[in-house]
Nanobody, 124 residues
Framework: QVQVEESGGGLVQAGGSLRLSCTAS????????LAWFRQPSGKEREGVSYILPNSRTTYYADSVKGRFTISRDNAKNTLYLQMNRLKPEDTAMYYC?????????????????WGQGTQVTVSS
């Protein structure tokens, strides 16, 4: 049985930083492309960042480019998202997921093994 768990969210002031982590059991991370998604309250889930197993290829949504950094430690089966210079518009539930079918990385339909998410709230 696969279990995915995100952690590290919280309440932070604008300009602050948070580091999200995602761990999995029953799933070998280094077999998958991984991504972070977020879903603001009342809005659709959107792709934030994406990383290949070798960590040499990453992608970011334009809205977070230059502020967020995705990384992974395959030995620890853990995915990270370092978020700096946070803005109120970054407020959302953040999820990690593994890509299970081909297609654009920012399309959540191409991903599975979702966790429960971790809430990030940025106050102005």
């Amino acid at each position: 049985q696969v279990q995915v768990e995100e952690s590290g969210g919280g309440l932070v002031q604008a300009g602050g930083s948070l580091r999200l982590s995602c761990t999995a059991s029953g799933l070998t991370f280094d077999n998958y492309n991984l991504a972070w998604f977020r879903q603001p309250s009342g809005k659709e889930r959107e792709g934030v960042s994406y990383i290949l197993p070798n960590s040499r290829t990453t992608y970011y949504a334009d809205s977070v480019k230059g502020r967020f950094t995705i990384s992974r430690d395959n030995a620890k089966n853990t995915l990270y998202l370092q978020m700096n210079r946070l803005k109120p518009e970054d407020t959302a539930m953040y999820y990690c997921a593994a890509q299970i079918r081909g297609g654009p990385w920012y399309n959540s339909r191409n991903f599975g093994y979702w966790g429960q998410g971790t809430q990030v709230t940025v106050s102005s």
